[in-house]
DNA sequence: TAGAATT
């Protein structure tokens, strides 16, 4: 039986399912970027799940920082090749490394990327600061020389008056020293200050006399003094909980060492997983309202990969075999405009989940774009579900063509 | 009263 994906996206936006906010703020965060360019602005957003992202850090004027980047609140479940892929579309790359944590490696959420050429590092802050990918807002910015200096120079301040605005809770800590980033934790449905934050300083002495100067003080204005402290190590904590997790497992044997059982943690399966179900919940409310299921209640149809047809294009869901040595699903893109390059591909796909590789064709001659290209995305359902929403969007004065790739095309 | 910012 062959269904339209795009009347599955009809269904998706006009159906019971438009009242499932996901799929609207994924598309608006995806325009928003498309239509502003990922370098966000540093107003706050209206939660916690979205980070806010500074201006990139003028680090200075050494060598080192001309060409080394540090990127900021990536997705958890994004690798080390996925963040080469990315940034690897803007320039050739020296080095890349995503940090992980050594005992149970998984992503801390940042990472390093080094440029060849100068001019590559500050092409990629100028086109990838800000871009959303899944439910963060990565920040991009010179890496400033490593040293033991700035090492936990972050600051969590509770206490703050509701009233305080980002921008007055660093005039207030200004005076200390250099602010890296600051935040001010609202809630996720009233977009209210919750009256904490943090503050990270450039060098760890500027925290030290932060908290000197501003614990137990009452900001101008303000009723109540404000507590400011070292902020705890995010890693640490999760490393206790899971190391606890695992010494109190009752599936625990034998008196292992704790480091030892901690390596069932590294695979990425157990993260995947993990995000994955959390994704789902985000995205549906329900675990089981996933794209297939919901083709199944639409149409009748039983398989995992049902036949489709977009627009008149044939397309078979299931010649991309899930898990073939990490090649994900392949998604291809058409009606693409000569000018279209790799970023745009991220900002439109990126919102929607994984994205492991984009690509666009190009003409040897001109370099300019065939009208196609390529996206690869980790998740059958996230993949699905940006073709569901994407098929048909009109990007610019052409309106897109957007199914899962066929034998018949490009070999990605 | 809790974010994955220095490899």
Sequence with gaps: MAVRLCDVASLLRSGSWAAEPWTGQVIAAMETQLSNGPTCNNTAHGSTAINNCSSPVDSG????????????????????????????????????????????????????????????????????????????????????????????????????????????????????????????????VTGVSRGVGFIRFDKRIEAEEAIKGLNGQKPP???EPITVKFANNPSQKNNQAILSQLYHSPNRRYPAPLAQ????????????????????????????????????????????????????MTSLAGINIPGHAGT?????????APDADESILWQMFGPFGAVTNVKVIRDFNTNKCKGFGF??????????????????????????????????????
């Design 261 to 312: 059982q901690a390596q069932r943690f590294r695979t990425k399966s157990a993260c995947s997983l993990r995000e994955c179900i959390k994704f789902q919940k985000l995205c549906f409310g329900h675990p089981s309202f996933r794209l297939d299921n919901l083709l199944n209640m639409a149409y009748g149809v039983k398989s995992r990969f049902p036949p489709m047809t977009i627009d008149g």
């Design 221 to 223: 204005g303000a009723t």
């Design 61 to 188: 004027h050494t060598e080192d920082s001309k060409t080394n980047l540090i990127v900021n609140y990536l997705p958890q479940n994004m690798t080390q090749e996925e963040l080469k892929s990315l940034f690897g579309s803007i320039g050739e790359i020296e080095s890349c490394k995503l940090v992980r944590d050594k005992i149970t490696g998984q992503s801390l959420g940042y990472g390093f990327v080094n440029y060849v050429d100068p001019k590559d590092a500050e092409k990629a802050i100028n086109t990838l600061n800000g871009l959303r990918l899944q439910t963060k807002t990565i920040k991009v910015s010179y890496a400033r020389p490593s040293s033991a200096s700035i090492r936990d120079a972050n600051l969590y301040v509770s206490g703050l008056p509701k009233t305080m605005t980002q921008k007055e809770l660093e005039q207030l800590f200004s005076q200390y020293g250099r602010i890296i980033t600051s935040r001010i934790l609202v809630d996720q």
């Design 375 to 412: 996206v690869t995305m980790t998740n059958y359902d996230e993949a699905a579900m940006a073709i569901a929403s994407l098929n048909g969007y009109r990007l610019g004065d052409r309106v897109l063509q957007v199914s899962f790739k066929t034998n018949k095309t490009h070999k990605a």
């Design 328 to 336: 994900g699903w392949c998604i291809f893109v058409y009606n693409l």
